[in-house]
């Protein structure tokens, strides 16, 4: 999947996460999109997918895989820790008939 293709919600106003979502399904025309998020971001991650889906894009995407991950790093302190990660794939629904 192409790196132009994922999105990742961190600390930004909550519209730019949905008008980011919005704007590739209707002018970058994809077919894929994933939204990631890590820790504390998860659950924004959750709500940018459920209100693109279900306000903005209603009919048109749904969600159609969620990976959950963790990762291990060493912070600042020099300690292991681990985070724990997700990824919400929307796909564009095909036009009913």
């Known amino acids: 999947m192409a790196a132009d293709n994922s999105i990742f919600v961190g600390g930004k106003p909550f519209m730019n996460y949905i008008t980011a979502v919005v704007m590739q399904f209707t002018t970058k025309n994809a ?29 048109q995407v749904k969600v159609d895989e969620i990976r959950i991950d963790s990762e291990e790093f060493t912070n600042k302190e020099g300690r292991q820790v681990s985070v724990s990660t997700i990824e919400i794939v929307l796909k564009r629904q095909e036009p009913v008939e």
């Open 31 to 59: 077919d894929l999109l994933t939204i990631k998020a890590r820790g504390k971001f998860i659950s924004r991650a959750v709500d940018v997918a459920e209100v693109a889906c279900k306000k903005f894009l209603q009919g």
